[in-house]
């Protein structure tokens, strides 16, 4: 079950964020941002987290993420997501995807990756392909969302 976390509890996930730990949690869930938890139905237990920004500009470093946000952004960006088991973040960059898809006008799903070679297999893996490839990091591009 995907969750968008609005609630203080769901915060506490993302001081275990690999990626980007040092983006404040203010900006991950100040309008139009969001952050997902994949949750087990059952159990209540997480998954894995993404989180989400909206653009108009495939941003390439985490100052043009923060600068090129906008309410009305096309443009999905998935710029950090870690999974708890295995499988969870195909799971929940899928699943994201699909739900904004069905919730909001969008052109395309890109990332801003870290240049880690994790990063690089993990996309690819799933069907990205490389947008470009910055100083600072990697856009991958999920083209059949």
């Known amino acids: ?3 968008n976390v609005t609630h203080d509890s769901h915060l506490a996930y993302l001081k275990d964020d690999p990626v980007r730990p040092h983006i404040p949690v203010e900006f991950r869930i100040r309008k139009p941002n969001q952050v997902w ?3 087990d139905d059952f159990s209540g237990s997480v998954h894995g ?6 653009t108009h500009t495939v941003p390439t470093t985490e100052q043009e993420l923060m600068n090129f946000c906008d309410n009305d952004g096309d443009i999905v960006v998935f710029y950090t997501v870690w999974s708890y088991t295995k499988g969870a973040g195909r799971d929940i960059v899928f699943g994201v995807a699909r739900h904004i898809k069905q919730t909001r006008k969008v052109s395309r799903y890109v990332t801003l990756s870290p240049k880690t070679e994790m990063a690089r297999k993990f996309h690819l893996a799933n069907g990205a392909i490389v947008l470009q490839e910055n100083p600072e990091s990697v856009n991958y591009e999920y083209l059949e969302i």
């Open 37 to 39: 938890l994949l949750e």
């Open 1 to 3: 079950m995907l969750v």
């Open 49 to 54: 987290v993404i989180c989400v920004a909206y």
